[in-house]
């Protein structure tokens, strides 16, 4: 007879969850894997690198956030910002970034990160991202790079937050899987090339304990869902980014992969200004 060592693991399932529940699984989820999640994704992101998304859209080619001359002294907030990878990148070519996460542990890896490279640790902040803890127009950028806005129910009130603390004028960049990803299966082979389920079915993905209770929450949106939500928290939508798979990239990241990157889009990347103020130049 096997002995059972009492952790199962978690189910998979389709249902409701709210803001609160969403926000607390995802604190936890994260704070339980970003060492495996370091460990297998830290060498493809650097320590001091702008990775948009898994088919390695880089900041440094890519510029959505600005000319490169622009950068120097701006002041940019990483929105679930990990290890703060993008924040460090910002800092080498002289902007002033402050990196906020959700998780503890992700941000004790932005310190060891720090220590290991020997140079001041970035500003970091442990905070929801439904209720950043700046002042109105603190900011002249912000980005986030699958941060957040994946994880929460109400992805407009991240929104509302982030153009609250940038200053009138102030762009923002964030990068989500892409919306046509949920009718897939999150597969990297021909597998994940077949709809399984509606594109429509807007039903998060839960993954529960044995107690029903949720340890990881994914909230899907349409393209539509996300154009309205920038609109309606006030941006103005400047350009939709899809990345396509470059011949470069041969890894595998969970459902990215290669075969699935050359046939359809994985990562949608939305550019968004929050609107200047009337007779503002």
């Known amino acids: 007879m096997i002995e059972d060592d009492g952790a199962a693991e978690p189910a998979a399932v389709r249902r409701a969850a709210g803001t609160a529940e969403s926000s607390r699984a995802n604190r936890h989820w994260w704070d339980g894997n970003a060492d495996e999640y370091q460990d297998e994704h830290g060498a493809f992101l650097g320590d001091a690198r702008f990775v948009w998304c898994p088919e390695g859209l880089d900041e440094a080619e890519a510029r959505l956030l600005g000319p490169a001359a622009s950068l120097p002294g701006r002041r940019v907030l990483e929105v679930g910002a990990g290890a703060a990878q993008c924040s460090r990148w910002l800092a080498a070519q002289g902007a002033r970034p402050v990196a906020l996460d959700i998780s503890h542990r992700q941000l004790q890896h932005a310190l060891r990160i720090d220590d290991a490279r020997g140079r001041p640790g970035l500003p970091l902040v442990e905070a929801d991202a439904c209720a950043m803890p700046f002042a109105d ?98 941006f103005r939508l400047l350009d939709v980014v899809e990345p396509e798979w ?36």
């Open 137 to 234: 127009g603190s900011f002249d950028l912000a980005c986030s790079a699958f941060g957040a806005l994946p994880f929460v129910a109400e992805p407009v009130l991240v929104l509302r937050e982030v153009r609250r603390v940038l200053r009138p004028g102030g762009r923002f960049v964030f990068s989500v899987t892409h919306p046509f990803r949920w009718a897939l299966p999150d597969e990297p082979g021909p597998e994940g090339l077949t709809v399984l389920s509606s594109y429509f079915d807007r039903t998060p993905y839960v993954e529960e304990d044995g107690t029903g209770r949720a340890v990881y929450v994914e909230h899907h949106r349409t393209m539509g869902d996300r154009v309205r939500d920038v609109v309606g928290a006030g």
């Open 246 to 281: 470059p011949d470069w990239n041969e890894q595998e990241w969970g459902g990215w992969s290669p075969l699935r990157g050359r046939l359809v889009p994985g990562t949608a990347v939305f550019v968004c200004e929050r609107e200047k103020t009337h007779g503002q130049g």
